[in-house]
């Protein structure tokens, strides 16, 4: 019999070699999937390209399809405002949640904050939708009578998508602060420093970078937001005026796309126009991918020299050569920073102020809030820095509270709301009377159904992936793709993959409507998800045990199989049960290709529509006036769903973690 | 503090939180006291008899055309939807024919062309949908297709031999006389509808210039001080379409300013004006009963 090298017999290693070749393969379909996005997505955009004017359709500002009016100017300028409002509200409360968690909340909290944050972001957009619409509409009318009429606008929308966003910002920027090392806290504070010093002066600013890192992924997700977006900004395309009235009705990329697909002709500019709003939105998402690989490479490239204090600008002009023009501004940089702080205060306390009154007033007030700004300073100057560092404390535990209230308030007024309209008929009888009354027996079990065909389908593709990556790729071209293919799929928007999805397998596999076609965009959507907690899992695997495996003469597969992948199961199992979690809320992808609004019986073959749970939500709050409680119910069962799911995950990381020791 | 005094707290604080926000928040929005109502229009008021009559003028005929006289099981299927039977169909969305145009009808041929294909307007897509719908569960060797496009293509398609029956929601164009023929199946009516106090009827005039933007408080049309929120539905609509045709008939140079809220389904018009005071918008006929 035939030895190599290391004497290992010959016919294991050829079975060694087979599964390299089956691991390349699956991994293989990444790629795979993410061209054939592509090429689906602007190939059914070639109509439109063709035949429309591309600059007029980027600039023109008025959409109307049925009169052959493609502008997508307001559909642009709705998805940036939405996102910047959202992100001018969730940046400086995450990340003061996060400062506080990481430096004054004793550890213990932490170890509670972390998944409780993991929690609130897997709560389903349509139900954070469905809170808005509920709750903050009429409110947001109460507070502004004369500038609100409806409630529906920008602000809500940004208002949803900041609470939406909140979770995942908190989390990731607490990372960062917390990897700050601790010596940097122990010579700020050896030095004579408050605490409130070291934090503002030393710690936040050496992890601006992981910050960055957390608010560009909070900027991707809210771009890509579907259906709690349309559920409170009004939807009609229209350019605010002016450009910074917060009150206006908008509408965004993904709502337009979702609200009129189902409505539009295959093969008619109409729809072509609308795959090309989606190639915008995979355009926007990749520069914002782009930023962010920047910004994570920076940071790299700055680990172990960071210089805490640095000003922003000095540290973005950085080691470039431009190093002098840093330091004359660094200078300069105390009086600059004010004096561009105090303007920036003047120009939105004015914009702010016209929307209310005259443009009179409006510099009056700005100019107060100005004045108002440099009488703080003055107080604040005057105090010592012991109390500063109380106040400061007290700030931000204060808003840290507001967070936990305001997640609190969601799940509970839904509980609160949902639960007495939760009966045994509820959840075991179908809907009649297209839906206005009954139960939502079918929703439940096509929600249950699309979860189970999904995992069969994307975890052993994702894991079979992970597992590639992890234990078998080198650094060469081939996995540099692979990775790159990754990074995009999980970049692209939810609703880009039901476009493609109801192209692929609606119109040219003709599957119609059908669970399997659910499965398949659902499986796409998370498969990036699984394949990254796959590879980080097995990663985290101690190299040792590779090599004692390996020593005692085991084949490469068999110490992934036996040794490596037993070892990671905790990591992996956690990471697949989140993503179908996820998957469970998940409206835009399947809205076109496996979910019908009303259908009372369950599906009879994969090859049947089904209802889901979040598109009946959607539907009920959205075209059903007089079915409250059928909502609450219906939002409740999908967040127990979702919460049973992410607290099973959570149970099954603490049980590894406790018998997996090295 | 061990996991479990964690967890129980964390329940406690959600439940106080939900509890506090349902003391606080109460049943918001359904708790409004003004009631929607369907206004008059110019002084008639939106029934399905005024549409009949023709004195009620935001309306516009539902016609299916055919290549030539239909023969065969498309008559069969036609002479159907023209029925009594077809028309109750047809009526929970639009308004019917009169009961001395209904027709009597014929099982259509087994062994004749037992697939119809019908496509066109996008806003008679759904009641069309389910009279092929009822019409395949009584006759099962019978299928029929239903595609969209618009009225324009359903006309130059039926022309062209791609559908049998072509639908339109409007009279069909001059230019497809003597080969096309029309045949009446129906009314849609478009009903003004509002959540004020005190307006109980507006004039053509009026609600083009409050869809328009030239009148834009309540007070300006003899009801209170308030400001006027105007819902519409999205573009492309068939119910926006009728409407939008019976403002331009008012004024040619009218367009709808685009100041309003999207709604994508006359429920989401209804449930919108039923929540919101001082709200405007419009609704099939056939739906006012469920205002």
């Known amino acids: ?662 | 503090m061990n996991n479990k005094t964690i967890a129980i707290a964390a329940v406690v604080i959600i439940l106080i939180a939900g509890v506090g926000a349902y003391m606080a928040l109460g049943d918001n929005g359904e708790d409004n006291k003004s009631k929607p109502i369907a206004l008059g229009y110019n002084g008639v008021e939106p029934t399905e008899d005024n549409v009949l009559n023709g004195t009620y003028t935001i309306q516009r005929n539902l016609v299916l055309v055919t290549k030539g006289e239909p023969t065969g099981n498309v008559k069969a299927f036609l002479d159907w939807i023209t029925s009594e039977e077809g028309q109750n169909i047809l009526g929970e969305e639009f308004v019917k024919l009169d009961a001395s145009s209904m027709t009597t009808y014929a099982a259509p041929d087994e062994k004749g062309q037992t697939t119809i294909n019908c496509g066109g307007s996008t806003s008679i897509n759904e009641t069309m949908s389910r009279l092929a719908e009822a019409y395949m569960a009584k006759y099962s060797y019978m299928t029929v297709t239903i595609s969209g496009g618009g009225s324009g293509v359903g006309e130059k398609q039926t022309d062209a031999g791609v559908f049998d029956i072509g639908m339109l929601s409007r009279d069909m164009g001059s230019k497809y006389d003597g080969n096309l023929v029309p045949i009446k199946i129906g009314r849609d009516g478009v009903a003004i509808v509002a959540n004020i106090s005190g307006v109980t009827n507006l004039t053509g005039e009026q609600v083009a210039k409050i869809f328009s933007g030239e009148i834009t408080n309540w007070s300006q049309v003899g009801g209170p001080d308030r400001a006027i929120g105007v819902i519409s539905r999205e573009d492309g609509s068939g119910t926006r379409d009728c409407f939008e045709e019976a403002m331009k008939a008012v004024d040619p140079e009218w367009e709808l300013k685009d100041h309003y809220v999207t709604q994508q389904s006359t429920g989401g018009v209804i449930g919108m004006i039923q929540t919101t005071e001082g709200t405007i918008g419009y609704i099939s006929i056939g739906q006012v009963a469920a205002l």
């Not at chain 1, 949640?97 to 957009?125: L, T």
């Open chain 1, 1 to 662: 019999m035939k030895t190599d090298q290391y004497g290992l017999r010959r016919n294991r290693n050829e079975k060694d070699r087979l599964m390299r070749y089956v691991l390349i393969a699956v991994s293989s379909m990444t790629v795979l999937i993410i061209l054939m996005i592509i090429v689906f997505t602007l190939g059914n955009s070639w109509t439109a390209i063709s035949n429309l004017n591309l600059w007029e359709f980027l600039t023109g500002d008025s959409w109307k399809p049925s009169d052959g009016e493609y502008g997508a100017l307001p559909l642009i300028a709705g998805t940036l405002l939405v996102t910047l409002g959202a992100m001018a509200f969730a940046v400086p409360v995450g990340l003061a949640a996060a400062v506080y968690i990481s430096e004054i909340a004793p550890a213990r909290m932490r170890n509670i904050i972390k998944p409780v944050c993991e929690v609130f972001s897997g709560i389903p957009s349509v139900v954070y939708g469905f809170f808005g619409l509920m709750v903050l509409l009429p409110l947001l009318r109460d507070i502004f009578p004369d500038q609100l009429l409806f409630g529906s606008s920008w602000l809500a929308g940004s208002l949803v998508l900041g609470i939406m966003a909140l979770p995942t910002i908190i989390s990731v920027s607490e990372d960062a602060i917390h990897a700050v090392p601790r010596s940097y806290r122990e010579a700020s504070l050896a030095m004579g420093a408050t605490r409130w010093e070291t934090i503002s002066k030393v710690v936040v600013p050496a992890a601006v970078s992981g910050i960055s890192a957390a608010v560009i992924l909070g900027v991707g997700r809210a771009v890509g937001e579907t259906m709690a977006v349309m559920m409170v900004t009004g939807n009609t395309p229209l350019m605010p005026d002016p450009l910074w009235n917060i009150f206006s009705i908008v509408s965004t990329l993904t709502g337009t796309i979702a609200s009129q697909l189902p409505e539009s002709v295959a093969g008619s500019v109409g729809q072509s126009s609308l795959f090309l709003l989606g190639v915008i939105l995979m355009a926007m998402v990749l520069v914002i991918n782009i930023c962010s690989r920047q910004v994570v490479k920076r940071a790299r490239m700055r680990t172990g020299e960071c210089e805490p204090g640095t000003s922003l600008l000095g540290r973005i002009m950085g080691r470039d050569g431009t190093a002098s023009v840093a330091k004359v501004i660094g200078d300069h940089r105390e009086t600059a920073i004010r004096t561009f702080g105090y303007v920036l205060v003047f120009v939105f306390v004015y914009m702010m102020a016209t929307l209310f009154t005259g443009d009179g007033l409006s510099v009056i007030s700005g100019i107060l809030a100005v004045a108002m700004c440099i009488g703080a300073r003055r107080i604040l100057g005057g105090i010592d820095s012991a109390s500063k560092d109380n106040a400061a404390n007290m700030l931000l535990t204060a808003i840290m509270g507001a967070v936990i209230l305001i997640l609190a308030v969601i799940i509970g007024y839904i509980l609160i709301k949902g639960i007495p309209a939760i009966s045994w008929e509820f959840i075991t009888e179908g809907p009649s009377d297209s839906g206005r009354s009954g139960g939502i027996m079918p929703a439940i079990v096509g929600t249950l159904e699309l979860m189970g065909g999904t995992a069969l389908i994307a975890f052993p593709l994702g894991i079979l992936t992970g597992i590639y990556l992890a234990e078998y790729s080198r650094d060469t071209a081939y996995t540099r793709i692979i990775r790159e293919a990754i990074d995009l799929l999980n970049g692209t928007p939810s609703i880009v993959f039901g476009m493609f999805g109801s192209v692929l397998l609606v119109t040219y596999l003709g599957l119609g409507y059908s669970m399997v076609g659910g499965w398949i965009t659902l499986a796409f959507m998370i498969l990036p998800v699984i394949i990254r907690t796959t590879e980080e899992a097995l990663r985290a695997v101690p190299q040792d045990l590779r090599e004692a495996s390996r020593a005692l003469g085991a084949s490469k597969w068999r110490t992934t199989y036996r040794v490596v992948v037993p070892a990671a199961m905790g990591g992996i199992v956690t990471g697949a049960i989140l993503s179908i979690g996820r998957a469970a809320g998940e409206t835009a992808p399947i809205m076109f290709t496996a979910a019908v609004l009303f259908q009372p019986t369950l599906a009879g073959s994969i090859f049947d529509s089904v209802m889901a749970l979040p598109l009946h939500l959607y539907h009920l709050a959205m075209d059903m006036p007089g079915t409250t409680e059928l909502q609450y119910g219906t939002a409740c069962i999908l967040m127990l769903i979702v919460l049973v799911f992410f607290v099973t995950a959570s149970l099954i990381r603490n049980h590894y973690n406790k018998k997996v020791r090295w």
